[in-house]
């Protein structure tokens, strides 16, 4: 069974976990309670501005990956700035489960949406080392680069 994601007493925060760790195709119009119109999101894949074309990459998650799930597993809340760490599951459609570590700082706009966004995890040792010839090219150049 997984852990009770963190609780803190700002709403906001509140607001986000919830938001994310229950997210489902039919959520997405949620979005524009928590994010601000003009709120930016970056990714090791992405680069946008706008809670449309945020919104966007959401869908477009939905659409490529079946089950994809996050689950919050720590948070330091600071003023208007908020750190979370999050494991990502999902299945890739017609292979296994796989799991992403990461990392998001947000930070809050003064009407206490989503101003910034900004995930941070390692695409290479997180995604393409378990992709089947990807990742044995990926591990072959993490070896010779560690020496």
């Known amino acids: 069974m997984p852990e009770p994601a963190p609780r803190h007493g700002d709403p ?3 607001a986000v976990i919830a938001l994310f760790e229950g997210l489902t195709p039919a959520d997405l119009p949620a979005l524009r309670g928590v994010y601000a119109d003009d709120a930016s ?6 680069e946008v501005q706008g809670l449309a074309a945020i919104a966007a990459i959401f869908e477009h998650m ?36 796989m799991r992403i570590h990461g990392a ?7 009407g206490g949406r989503v101003a910034m966004h900004r995930d941070y995890w ?14 044995a090219l990926m591990r072959w150049l993490k070896r010779q680069a560690a020496g």
């Open 12 to 14: 906001r925060v509140q």
């Open 41 to 46: 999101f970056k990714d090791p894949f992405n």
């Open 62 to 97: 939905f659409r490529q990956l079946d089950d994809p799930r996050f689950t919050v597993r720590e948070l330091v809340a600071e003023g208007d700035a908020l750190f979370l760490t999050w494991d990502f599951d999902f299945r890739r459609r017609g292979a296994g489960a």
């Open 104 to 110: 998001s700082h947000l930070r809050f706009d003064a």
């Open 122 to 135: 390692d695409a290479a040792e997180e995604l393409y080392e378990k992709l089947p010839l990807v990742g």
